[in-house]
């Protein structure tokens, strides 16, 4: 069966300012398995729209994209990271914008490295349902629960996380002892997006990697999800982080959905929430 590219991924990578690419990896999911698949998914879901977003006054097919399909992986995620580290780093080295379409959030590590070291001051912001501030989980240091941990200790402390709504309580604990911004769901509730958006410009001046869990949305939008969690953001707020953090991304990535458990809205979305945030990049630059 022919494997379709990203839609209106039709430039060369030489000549491409955004590089799409997907990792087929979800081998330390533990709820629901599945995300492996999500990157096709997306990609065929995203012939459904129009080439023109009207949100933000951009036409696709006028921007240099470029879909370099699925890396390839090994059956353990610390091979698995290692792999796909090495391109992680050329996309970086190479000035273009990577965009990586999970599989699991542990995916996140070897690209927001590779833009760490191009980005002396790069800060990080998450869209999760979870603390994700284990140290390891189930004997893995490199599990998908464990990422947002390591992210900053091993990468950057300008970091903050956004739709927190689950963890344990020593992870609690981890964030008010190191002082890491958190803003949960309850917070986006009551604050609004518009005010979340600002505190976290006024916190994070610099280039920012932006990787969104598809779980920090509300599951009665995105039900198919490793790690469904109700009391969750909206797809509108999400595109307001995305709409305001855009000019200063210089990485991006979508993770976490399993699109076996609905009928494919949950792709739908994440590859719109993908359209939008090249439109609102390009709409910046």
């Keep these: 069966m022919h494997k379709a590219i990203f ?3 039709n430039s ?6 955004y590089v799409i690419c997907g990792v087929p990896f979800d081998n330390t999911s533990c709820f629901r398995r599945g995300s492996k698949d999500a990157p ?5 879901n995203s012939y459904n729209f129009e080439k023109y977003n009207s949100f933000f006054d951009i036409d696709l097919q006028d921007i240099s994209i470029h879909d370099a399909g699925d890396l390839d992986v090994a059956d353990n995620v610390d091979d698995t990271l290692e792999i796909i580290s090495s391109r992680a780093r050329k996309y970086v080295i190479d ?7 999970g ?3 542990s995916l996140t590590m070897p690209f927001v490295k590779a833009c760490k070291e191009r980005y002396d001051d790069l800060g990080f912001v998450v869209l999760d349902a979870h603390m994700d501030m284990r140290d390891e989980y189930e004997g893995k240091k490199n599990s998908h629960a464990c990422i947002s941990r390591h992210v900053f200790e091993d990468v950057t402390k300008d970091y903050v996380s956004i739709g927190i709504r689950s963890g344990t309580r020593d992870e609690y604990e981890y964030v008010r002892e190191n002082d890491i911004k958190v803003f949960s769901s309850e917070d986006v509730f009551s604050m609004g997006i518009e ?3 600002h505190e976290i410009r006024e916190r994070i001046s610099g280039p920012v990697y932006l990787s969104i869990d598809m779980d920090a949305i509300d599951p009665a939008y995105a039900p198919a999800l490793g ?3 109700p009391y969750g953001m909206t797809p509108r707020e999400v595109r307001d982080v995305i709409a305001c953090l855009a000019p200063k991304i210089v990485g991006f990535d979508l993770v976490e959905i399993a699109p076996a458990y609905d009928s494919g809205g949950t792709a739908l979305l994440g590859a719109k929430l993908v359209r939008d945030f090249i439109a609102a990049s390009a709409k910046a630059l």
């Design 7 to 9: 839609a209106d991924a």
């Design 40 to 44: 096709q998914e997306m990609r065929n």
């Design 95 to 101: 000035g273009k914008i990577p965009i990586m379409l």
């Design 227 to 229: 790690t469904p969690e």
């Design 195 to 197: 005010a979340v958006t």
């Design 103 to 105: 599989g699991e959030h």
């Design 12 to 17: 060369d990578y030489d000549n491409a300012k």
